[in-house]
């Protein structure tokens, strides 16, 4: 509670415990105890019914389930950008196949035999590897 604003907050919290406790509601007033063990009992009576009360859970965040959502984001944005990166790369090499002329078509053309040179050579690797 924050002395600007003490009134109001008494206030607030008065209601907040009349709603929980009903015994503590306008125009009800708590029946006397005739001895301090009797008050006390009392007390501890509306204690219990507050402290039945269902409040609803607050859940702090773990350092592990913010770590992965951090992580989960940035594989989802990598994810994106490559994905874009593939696609604007089959569109530029369409575009060249059904646009281009004699001599970029050659170059293209070496260019996948290189590819699948490199790709077989690839695949020999690994199979020796997995051979040892």
């Not at 770590?67 to 874009?84: D, F, H, N, P, V």
């Not at 001599?103 to 051979?131: K, N, P, S, V």
Request: aromatic letters at 6%; charged letters at 25%.
């Amino acid at each position: 509670m924050s002395d600007r604003h003490w009134d109001t907050e008494i206030r607030e919290l008065a209601d907040r415990l009349r709603a929980i406790c009903p015994s503590l509601r306008q125009g009800q007033a708590p029946a006397r105890a005739g001895s301090p063990a009797d008050a006390l009992r009392e007390l501890g009576d509306a204690l219990d019914e507050v402290g039945n009360h269902h409040r609803p859970r607050i859940r702090t965040p773990s350092l592990w389930r913010s770590l992965m959502q951090q992580i989960l984001k940035a594989l989802g944005r990598g994810t994106k950008k490559l994905l874009s990166i593939v696609f604007g790369l089959a569109l530029i090499y369409i575009g060249i196949r059904l646009f281009g002329d004699e001599t970029l078509l050659g170059h293209l053309d070496g260019f996948e035999a290189r590819l699948q040179m490199a790709w077989e050579r690839l695949q020999l690797y690994i199979a020796r590897l997995q051979a040892q």
